[in-house]
């Protein structure tokens, strides 16, 4: 008999397509609500978790919803039908139907939605506007000891039986470096070489291991006990998240050959479905080379791209003032409405899920529209 999918399952491809380290500090990804031991047979995916949506949801016995933008953003201090928000959930939860979002999480990704614009414009070797950090969860942190070199490997034994020294499929990782160091015991110390009193040189080895959170307590007191000294030289060193190539906020990308902004915007009526832009560029002869976007709303990131050259910029939506400045510094912007620079990615991600769970059916909600209309 098949096995049948669940909750935990679904998040797991999604985060496999989306790692959760590459979302925003500020925003909230994840699942958000549900249970995950809950069977899931029936998905639907979503930009915008409005009451329409929901409704369709319940009505259509789904499992699972994947919304797009994060239906919990702000922290919550209650959950009642006091608002509409909640209201929402609360019937969501009660249908037993889960949420899950992966928002800024699937712009940053390799093959995300921002990769996806940027096909759409005809633009080649994407790369991040500003590079996503990440840290594997067991090198998060370096454990420095210095030691007798007969006690070296003892130690390393201890620091990796209790969890470090794992990086990526390696475990019992380490480096030593033959070091000359001095002490001095004071009084009443019993110190392992030579005696209380006298300054003291010796050869060491310095050994250096990973770790992660999780384990640096039960490591550290690993070294304490089996170290040889009376004093044991003990260094935590939190270790910084490193740049990921090809993952990040928005993207810079070539056109080859150059275009205008004319022809990216008729580019764009065509890969979005959409025929609702709004731009300025005051050269519409200029053909443009490189080009920055951001989906939904990439203000924050317009002096970046500048900076890095480009000279035509594509997002959802922009305040007023941001058009402003980048029209002062020459650059050219469309502005194609936020949700229309997302919402065609849910296709790509409906076939992705459905090779990573082909037991589940993932439909597209049919009430999850632009908000807005022109008139």
Request: hydrophobic share 40%.
């Amino acid at each position: 008999m098949p096995e049948i999918s669940n909750v935990g399952a679904l998040v797991a491809a999604i985060d496999a397509i989306a790692p959760p380290e590459f979302a925003e500090p500020w925003d909230n990804t994840g699942l958000l609500l549900g249970l995950s031991e809950d069977p899931v047979s029936r998905v639907m995916l979503c930009i915008d978790l409005t009451d329409a949506v929901a409704d369709e949801a319940i009505r259509r016995e789904v499992d699972a919803i994947v919304a797009y933008h994060p239906p919990i953003f702000a922290p919550r201090t209650s959950l009642t039908d006091a608002d509409p928000g909640g209201a929402r959930l609360l019937g969501l939860a009660r249908a037993g139907i889960a949420v899950h979002s992966p928002h800024t999480a699937a712009d940053a990704a390799i093959g995300g939605v921002n990769d996806w614009l940027l096909e759409r414009l005809g633009g080649v070797k994407g790369t991040a506007i500003r590079t996503a950090r990440s840290i594997r969860p067991n090198e998060r942190f370096k454990i420095v000891t210095f030691t007798p070199p007969e006690a070296a490997e003892s130690i390393r034994c201890a620091i990796s039986a209790a969890g470090g020294g794992r990086i990526g499929d390696y475990d019992q990782c380490s480096t030593t470096i033959d070091i000359s160091a001095t002490f001095r015991g004071g009084e009443g110390t019993n110190p392992v070489v030579g005696t209380a009193g006298h300054l003291e040189r010796v050869a060491e080895v310095r050994l250096e291991v990973v770790c992660g959170a999780s384990c640096l307590n039960d490591a550290l007191a690993a070294v304490r006990r089996v170290h040889p000294y009376e004093e044991p030289p003990i260094e935590v060193h939190g270790l910084e998240p490193q740049p990921v190539p090809g993952v990040g906020t928005g993207r810079l990308g070539h056109l080859e050959p150059g275009a205008t902004t004319v022809a990216l915007i008729d580019r764009l009526r065509s890969g979005l479905g959409s025929d609702r832009f709004t731009f300025h560029d005051a050269s519409s002869r200029r053909r443009h080379r490189l080009v920055g976007l951001c989906a939904g709303s990439g203000g924050e990131l317009i002096d970046d791209a500048i900076d890095q050259g480009c000279t035509v910029f594509v997002t959802g939506e922009l305040k007023h003032h941001d058009v402003l400045a980048a029209a002062s510094r020459g650059c050219a912007v469309i502005l194609a409405g936020h949700t229309n620079t997302e919402r065609g990615w849910l296709k790509v991600l409906r076939k992705r899920l459905g090779k990573a769970l082909p037991d589940v059916v993932f439909d597209l909600s049919r009430t999850d529209a632009d908000p807005l209309r022109t008139g």
